[in-house]
């Protein structure tokens, strides 16, 4: 009976390690997006500066 159990909690260990896994897969490609869009601001306040700074 206990074999059932050890089982059942080596299973739920891998899945936990799966869950951690993809967690921090999707943390990393959301930083990755979130530091694109700050980049793309960024060019673009510098952009506005620049036409602003032309008149």
């Known amino acids: 009976k206990m074999e059932g ?3 059942k909690v ?3 260990i891998v899945k ?3 869950i951690k896994t993809a967690v921090n897969s999707q ?3 959301c930083r990755q997006t979130v530091n694109r869009f700050d980049k793309t601001i960024g060019e673009q306040n510098q952009t506005l ?3 602003a700074g032309r008149k």
């Open 5 to 7: 159990i050890d089982d």
């Open 10 to 12: 080596g299973e739920t």
């Open 16 to 18: 936990i390690a799966e």
């Open 27 to 29: 943390k990393s490609q």
């Open 49 to 51: 500066i620049d036409l």
